[in-house]
Each structure stands twice: as C-alpha cells, then as structure tokens.
Nanobody, 119 residues
Framework: QVQLVESGGGLVQAGGSLRLSCAAS????????MAWYRQPPGKQRELVAL???????NYADSVKGRFTITRDNAKNTVYLQMNSLNPEDTAVYHC?????????????WGQGTQVTVSP
C-alpha cells in the first residue's frame, strides 16, 4: 500500500556531503516514524537515524554531529543530510517508514541507494 522512492546517493570524497531523500506515497494511510538504515559491505543492516511525526530524532553514535534527519510531513518525505563523510559511511542506505492502514501498523522499506565515500 505504500511506495518509497529514494534518491541522492552517489560517490563522494572523504569530508564531502550528500543529501538523501525518500518520498512515501499511499492512499488511505497515515505515516508514523521514518528512519534511515544502512548496510555496509559484508555487514548487517544498522539504524542510522529515526524521526517521529513530531520531529523528535535519534541517531546512531557513529553519525551524531555529522548527519541530520528531517521530514516534510506535507510531502511525506524524509531527508538525511550527511556531512563530513568518511569511508566507513560507505553502505547501501535504505529508508523505512511506519504506516497505519486499516487498523494496523505496518512497515515499508525503500529499495536502497548506494553511498560510496572514497579516501
């Protein structure tokens, strides 16, 4: 019932910045928390940042002070501004959205966008 479209990944040098976007669409749904996860090569997926509908945000320790998650509730879009990138940030980044539909909370995942940080 919910589709997510991610954009903004790419190749950047260490110290650079990227901004990821994830636009959610669906009829008859209400959106809850939105989050970004990442999966580095050969590692498990991990939470990067999460934002509630009211704007409260939480971050992984590894990205605090460098990444900022925001959302535009009118556009059902979540963003991840990534600054001071380093090679350890290289991963496939996925957005995850909680949504309410027909009396149930469900989850939708984006297809993922590659972020590569060169030394």
């Amino acid at each position: 019932q919910v589709q997510l479209v991610e954009s903004g990944g790419g190749l950047v040098q260490a110290g650079g910045s990227l901004r990821l976007s994830c636009a959610a669409s669906g009829s008859g749904v209400s959106f809850g928390a939105m989050a970004w996860y990442r999966q580095p090569p050969g590692k498990q997926r991990e939470l990067v940042a999460l934002i509630t509908p009211g704007g409260g945000a939480n971050y992984a320790d590894s990205v605090k002070g460098r990444f900022t998650i925001t959302r535009d509730n009118a556009k059902n879009t979540v963003y991840l501004q990534m600054n001071s990138l380093n090679p350890e940030d290289t991963a496939v980044y996925h957005c995850k959205v909680d949504f309410w539909y027909r009396d149930w909370w469900s989850v939708s995942w984006g297809q993922g966008t590659q972020v590569t940080v060169s030394p």
